[in-house]
């Protein structure tokens, strides 16, 4: 009698999101052991939960989760119970009969299913009206095509492969005989429909959860913000009330374009049951005088009529602009319409406004003010940590290869915004496509052992990494090189003091930390023309991990009056955005001599000095941004730039010494096919003041004149060794400037 009073009498849990990307679309719940033991409940038994609607649902252990009293289940589960995170719901352990009969419908393609059609949802655990995510690996033609029979699918019991709801079908459980819960067996007879159904005419069913919290990547904090500013007020109106303050009207989202921003508000749409309503900015603009807005007028009273609801506005800047840099009245017009809508909204609390720009300084100031659009929101370019939750998603229904590891290819991906590593997880599957492409016949159904070498490899991705680049560093020139410490010949010293400056804050800023110093921001490397400066720049960079961004130094400068200024501020800020990134001035001499020399360039250079030394020095902390700049006339350059704080190091790149030279020349020579005769110790001794640049064109000679003599030849020869440094002289031997520096 006991067990029977513990089967019906419920328990109230509180909902929370999954963590794991492994248990979304599975149709489980990680329940708090104790709720377990307390339900009489083993791994894989099924609970019956009660929101506003009730589902059933595989219960299994959050070890994670010990006393806290919650339940996590994913956005479609979520959905199937009428429930969203915060809130509480009743669980009792279900009485689950076997299904004789299920019918299901697919809710958002046309399908025509051939083949063994029940095994997609052996062991699935359903109520009539539930949403169900097919375990379907194999592709799914379009109408009038075929599904490979006996495909792929996947097994709750069996070891587990990641599952995607947004990679996958969804079906709704249109009927279930008997009804209440019931598990799909062996003996279940199963019918699926091949049109879609409208899942607003399924019993229990208001919308279909198209993107819930799980599917974004990261952001976490950021999705705390926006459900504290729009969810909580759209379901708990009667807080606000209760304090006597009004809800927040507007909520501004920010950031690089691919960052999340729109389907951050998706998710919060479909997550909090609100009507959605999407305006793309430029296409409520109207050829006739007033049409812009009545059409923002019409979108507005809909939101009204339909409350709670949700106004998206993406591409914000194209409708509010600066009203005093906009030449056209259409657009003034529009920004005061958007004004008057949003002060004059009637339904307190129950329609809130979302807007999205990647150019927020461009928007009318008017509208970023309280009591319009009162939290501002920056979607920032993901971390390393959130990189590896964003590949997890996009490859949640990827059949991967064990030698695929997110991890290496997330501390790679610099720069990579979550439309980046989509794009990248796309390219990685379609060269598997294009790999068995030559083996599948038309209008043939595709073998089944086709079909089982469709998996994605780490080749797969490393070559997908060429094609893909991270937009949010796509108007500047930036990589990653390809030149380590291996390929630079001596300097030994230069590269330890490099390692010391920009290596280890990058890679170890912990130890940094541990010891309460802050690493340098700024190095200085000066020297002899062709010592080697760019090419430590760029292995400093290469082995650090980070993005490179070279800045030669002329190019900066504009006719323009603040143009150059401008440059110098949109070269840090992409910095920042893609951190951990190394900034590389070439010949920085040429944009910041000493101020205050009366040059007859408009004071340009000046006005730049002092832009570069507000952005290394400012109020604005650089994190993970290193910056090196190289010269070969260390003595022009401004003293304000010159001190701790700004270039913390003044690295000298010494003239090669003998034992140096040696080094340069085996690795200028190393793929060349030397003589025997050819001895490098000999060559190194008699190139005194010869620098790198130098031995690399005497190495270069060497070739080109055994080739000018024979080209059928085999190897060169010292012969023509001591041709070329009869040819190549050293190209720059005066230390004068360096010295008087130094």
Sequence with gaps: MEKKENIEKPTQLKVAEAISQRDVGRGIAKVDPAVMEKLNLIDGDILEIKGNKTSAIRAYRSQSDVGLGIIRIDGTSRKNAGTSIGEEIQVHKA????????????????????????????????????????????????????????????????????????????????????????????????????????????????????????????LKEEVKKVREMIEIPLKRPELFERLGIAPPKGVLMHGPPGTGKTLLAKAVASESDAHFILINGPEIMSKYVGGSEENLREFFEEAEENAPSIIFIDELDAIAPKREDTPGEVERRTVAQLLTLMDGLKSRGQVVVIGATNRPDSLDGALRRPGRFDREIEIGVPDKEERKEVMEIHTRGMPIDKDVDLEEISEITHGFVGADLEALCKEAAMRVVRRVLPEIKTDEEIPKETLKKLIVRKEDFKEALKEIQPSALREILVQIPDIGWNDIGGLDDAKQELKEAIEWPLKHPETFE?????????????????????????????????????????????????????????????????????????????????????????????????????????????????????????????????????????????????????????????????????????????????????????????AMLTLRDNLEAEEVTMKYFNKAMEKVKPAYNSEETLTHYS
């Design 514 to 702: 541990k010891f309460g110093v802050k690493p340098p921001k700024g190095t200085l490397l000066f020297g002899s023309p062709g010592t080697g400066k760019t090419l430590l720049a760029k292995a400093v960079a290469n082995e650090s991990e980070a993005n490179f961004i070279t800045v030669k130094g002329p190019e900066l400068l504009s006719k323009w009056v603040g143009e150059s200024e401008k440059g110098v501020r949109e070269i840090f800020r992409k910095a920042r955005q893609t951190a951990p990134t190394v900034i590389f001035f070439d010949e920085i001499d040429s944009i910041a001599n000493a101020r205050g020399d009366g040059g007859g360039d408009s004071g340009v250079t000046q006005r730049v000095v002092n832009q570069l030394l507000t952005e290394i020095d400012g109020m604005e902390e650089l994190r993970d941004v290193a910056i090196i700049a190289a010269t070969n006339r260390p003595d022009i350059i401004d003293p304000g730039l010159m001190r701790p704080g700004r270039f913390d190091r003044h690295i000298k790149v010494e003239n090669p010494n003998e034992k140096g030279r040696l080094a340069i020349f085996k690795v200028h020579s190393k793929d060349m096919p030397l003589a025997k005769d050819v001895k490098l110790e000999k060559l190194a001794k008699n190139t005194d003041g010869y620098v790198g640049a130098d031995i690399e064109a005497v190495c270069r000679e060497a």
């Design 95 to 218: 009485e689950v009969k076997e299904a004789k009969k299920v019918v299901f419908a697919p809710v958002e393609h046309h399908i025509n299913m051939q083949g063994d059609i029940r095994s997609p949802f052996l062991n699935k655990v359903m109520v009539q009206g539930d949403i169900v995510v097919s375990g379907i690996k194999a592709p799914i033609m379009p109408q009038g095509g075929k599904l490979p029979r006996g495909g792929l699918f996947d097994d709750i019991f069996k070891d587990m492969m990641d599952l995607s709801p947004m990679g996958e079908l969804k079906f709704a459980a249109v009927s279930t005989y008997p009804s209440g819960p019931v598990v799909v067996t062996q003996n279940t007879q199963v019918e699926v429909q091949s049109t879609p159904v409208d899942v607003s005419k399924i019993e229990g069913i208001t919308n279909l959860v198209d993107v819930s919290y799980e599917d974004i990547g990261g």
